[in-house]
């Protein structure tokens, strides 16, 4: 499988007037298209800070970080938004939808920043919001929509743009047991079925259980790198 992402002896410092943390300690991996990622780790490992660094929403102290073959981590600020833009899909703890924009209108906001044509907006944001199972609610407010029906929202939106990967922080948090689990079936599902590449942070078992790929950090580096076998009935 090709890579999409090829990190090499990344390192990130955070540094304030009492104490420096080595928050990524030079950590090397790659990550293939289709993968479906689960990046795990106590509290205070660096699994957020990793995933944040390969989306560009932080910058490495040093090391290398490429994706789809460009180094992100030379990019200036302008370039990198633009490149998430295109590039990288986002799902966060806290679903960050527009709460004045219908799920519809949150779905097309991506596409619409992408400069597409509005036909192309419209098909793919009714694909999506169906794939996710909303497609009566496309027309609802976030605040009309339970917890697990935003976050699927969060979902198709961080698809619009056809990323070459999505980036999923702690997706489950604040999402009830069916919830999460309804939400972890479609993307499952979106996985396997349109090769969807997914990389979560987290510490929710069930993403774990269901994750083709365990990467495990201590203390900012790589304690283990495991490809369990998932051959079970639940894959």
Known sequence: MQNIIEIKDLVKIFKDTVQEVRAVDHVSLNISAGEFTAIVGPSGSGKTTLLNLIGGLDAPTSGSLCVDGKDI????????TA??????GFVFQAYN???VLTAKENV???MELQGRKQEEIDKRTTELLEAVGLGDRMDSRPAKLSGGQQQRVAVARALASMPKFVLADEPTANLDSKSAENLLD?????????GVT?????????IVAKARRIITLED?????DN???RNDVNR
Do not use: Y
């Open 73 to 80: 981590s030379q990019l200036k600020e302008r370039e990198m």
């Open 83 to 88: 490149f998430r833009l295109h590039h990288i």
């Open 97 to 99: 939808l527009i709460p």
């Open 108 to 110: 097309a906001f991506v």
């Open 186 to 194: 479609i993307m499952v599902q979106l996985n396997k079925r349109e």
């Open 198 to 206: 997914f990389i979560f942070s987290t510490h929710d078992p069930r």
């Open 220 to 224: 900012g580096k790589v304690a283990s």
């Open 227 to 229: 490809q369990p076998d």
